[in-house]
Nanobody, 123 residues
Framework: VQLQASGGGLAPNGGSLNLSCAISGFNRDQYSMGWFRQASGKAREFVASIGASGRSSFYGDSAKGRFVASSNGAKNTALLQMTRLVPEDTAIYYC?????????????????WGKGTLVTVSS
């Protein structure tokens, strides 16, 4: 199982960024995909996820109404569209995969991780 996230960078306050996560090595229909983030000095927190079917999505409180999680038609790429970014969104964002149909919300229970990508939102 390999997860490769990309798309991080610098955004202005109120700006937008898109993250993507390329998935390989497993049957996408059997795994849920998600995004977590970890700000400096803080615990890793759940941001958003897509169910194994690709038809359901879930969001942490910080992402609701601003971020949209999706996957491409082939379901081998997970996407996170982030809008109305604020400095508090500054963190390393991690792509994750779970063997459950719906991603767990606790980072310590996630079985598969990609390398993180840094998102910095200027004030």
């Amino acid at each position: 199982v390999q997860l490769q996230a990309s798309g991080g960078g610098l955004a202005p306050n109120g700006g937008s960024l898109n993250l993507s996560c390329a998935i390989s090595g497993f049957n996408r229909d059997q795994y849920s995909m998600g995004w977590f983030r970890q700000a400096s000095g803080k615990a890793r927190e759940f941001v958003a996820s897509i169910g194994a079917s690709g038809r359901s999505s879930f969001y942490g409180d910080s992402a609701k109404g601003r971020f949209v999680a999706s996957s491409n038609g082939a379901k081998n790429t997970a996407l996170l569209q982030m809008t109305r970014l604020v400095p508090e969104d500054t963190a390393i964002y991690y792509c994750a995969a779970d063997t459950s149909p719906i991603m767990v919300f606790e980072a310590e229970r996630v079985p598969y991780w990609g390398k993180g990508t840094l998102v910095t939102v200027s004030s």
